[in-house]
């Protein structure tokens, strides 16, 4: 165990019963800082007290509406503010996602995600929206979609379509949160969140590291998403992909243990959410994935693309899925 100068040290932060939503940033950074032999190892007990360790549940990304988003987001290509940033489309028919649903359900996916590059939908566009939702819950699959800011009428319209999941990341600690983005505010992400919640529906909440933020905000970040009232369902923690023509194109790389390292303090502090290894994972090492599930990473997006970026192509993870002795939830990945 550490010595009694850790904050930490002979916590009971391994203790299956407590689901805390009273975390300190100082608390975090001291899980960030503990030896790497024993953050795995409480990450680890939690995880194993929630969740099988060899389970990993599998989720594919579709972008239904690719490009032209007003936000000025600087990670991503999508925003309209950027140099060389993607070509605008528009909202993909319903029956086009429902193929692609298809495809994704024999591929092994359990639940299919529909992303749109909006600061929010207009009402006809909520509509198809939810056709789509109603379609792919008719294929036995779990719907998860990511549609920007949404007041309480729009979460509960997506509600009554049957919607599982939503998607709004924090991103980033409240601190660092000014210096990524300008064209929408912390709180306003929040309320988002919170009429998710009062809907009834779902929430998958993460962030995005490698952002230049420093060791404090990666703590920040930790504890908001361990502070809120409820912990999200599915936290995504995604590794930067750095993209041309957007502001952090030449961000500096993320060493792969810092990274593992917030994989387990998410595990840590949110002891019965699915933490899900997210973006970045087409740059990753086999090996760095496969710590990232000793540390408590139990999901994963699976396909070629996520949204506009690569994802590992589908044999390398079901490659490494059957070197580690690892299975899927649902119907699982298909035989090579």
């Given at each position: 165990?550490?010595?009694?100068?850790?904050?930490?040290?002979?916590?009971?932060v391994?203790?299956?019963?407590?689901?805390?939503?009273?975390?300190?940033?100082?608390?975090?950074?001291?899980?960030?800082?503990?030896?790497?032999?024993?953050?795995?190892?409480?990450?680890?007990?939690?995880?194993?007290?929630?969740?099988?360790?060899?389970?990993?549940?599998?989720?594919?990304?579709?972008?239904?509406?690719?490009?032209?988003?007003?936000?000025?987001?600087?990670?991503?290509?999508?925003?309209?503010?950027?140099e060389?940033?993607?070509?605008?489309?528009?909202?993909?028919?319903?029956?086009?996602?429902?193929?692609?649903?298809?495809?994704?359900?024999?591929?092994?996916?359990?639940?299919?995600?529909?992303?749109?590059?909006?600061?929010?939908?207009?009402?006809?566009?909520?509509?198809?929206?939810?056709?789509?939702?109603?379609?792919?819950?008719?294929?036995?699959?779990?719907?998860?979609?990511?549609?920007?800011?949404?007041?309480?009428?729009?979460?509960h319209?997506?509600?009554?379509?049957?919607?599982?999941y939503?998607?709004?990341?924090?991103?980033?600690?409240?601190?660092?949160?000014?210096?990524?983005?300008?064209?929408?505010?912390?709180?306003?992400?929040?309320?988002?969140?919170?009429?998710?919640?009062?809907?009834?529906?779902?929430?998958?909440?993460?962030?995005?590291?490698?952002?230049?933020?420093?060791?404090?905000?990666?703590?920040?970040?930790?504890?908001?998403?361990?502070?809120?009232?409820?912990?999200p369902?599915?936290?995504?923690?995604?590794?930067?992909?750095?993209?041309?023509?957007?502001?952090?194109?030449?961000?500096?790389?993320?060493?792969?243990?810092?990274?593992?390292?917030?994989?387990?303090?998410?595990?840590?502090?949110?002891?019965?959410?699915?933490?899900?290894?997210?973006?970045?994972?087409?740059?990753?090492?086999?090996?760095?994935?496969?710590?990232?599930?000793?540390?408590?990473a139990?999901?994963?997006?699976?396909?070629?693309?996520?949204?506009?970026?690569?994802?590992?192509?589908?044999?390398?993870?079901?490659?490494?899925?059957?070197?580690?002795?690892?299975?899927?939830t649902?119907?699982?990945?298909?035989?090579?």
């Amino acid at each position: 165990m550490p010595d009694g100068s850790s904050p930490l040290a002979h916590s009971s932060v391994t203790s299956s019963s407590e689901v805390r939503h009273d975390w300190t940033v100082a608390e975090v950074q001291a899980l960030l800082d503990l030896p790497f032999p024993e953050l795995m190892f409480r990450a680890q007990t939690l995880h194993r007290a929630a969740f099988d360790p060899t389970e990993i549940q599998i989720s594919t990304l579709l972008s239904i509406k690719t490009g032209g988003c007003p936000e000025d987001c600087a990670y991503c290509p999508q925003s309209a503010k950027h140099e060389q940033g993607v070509k605008a489309d528009k909202l993909m028919a319903v029956e086009a996602v429902l193929t692609e649903a298809k495809k994704a359900k024999a591929a092994g996916a359990s639940r299919f995600c529909m992303g749109a590059a909006w600061r929010s939908p207009k009402e006809r566009d909520l509509d198809t929206v939810c056709a789509m939702i109603e379609g792919v819950k008719q294929l036995g699959m779990e719907t998860c979609v990511t549609l920007g800011m949404l007041d309480n009428a729009q979460a509960h319209k997506l509600h009554d379509a049957g919607l599982d999941y939503y998607n709004h990341n924090l991103d980033t600690s409240p601190e660092y949160y000014g210096e990524i983005i300008s064209t929408r505010t912390y709180q306003e992400r929040l309320d988002t969140l919170s009429n998710v919640r009062d809907a009834g529906i779902n929430v998958c909440c993460g962030g995005i590291v490698g952002l230049g933020e420093n060791e404090t905000d990666r703590a920040g970040l930790i504890t908001a998403l361990a502070t809120l009232p409820a912990h999200p369902e599915s936290v995504p923690i995604n590794l930067l992909v750095k993209v041309e023509g957007t502001p952090l194109a030449k961000a500096d790389e993320v060493e792969p243990l810092d990274f593992v390292r917030m994989i387990a303090a998410a595990r840590i502090t949110m002891p019965k959410s699915r933490v899900r290894l997210a973006a970045g994972r087409e740059n990753m090492s086999d090996e760095t994935q496969a710590l990232c599930f000793l540390a408590g990473a139990n999901s994963i997006f699976y396909g070629e693309r996520l949204l506009t970026t690569p994802n590992p192509q589908a044999t390398r993870d079901r490659t490494l899925l059957d070197k580690l002795g690892m299975h899927t939830t649902g119907i699982g990945l298909p035989s090579a």
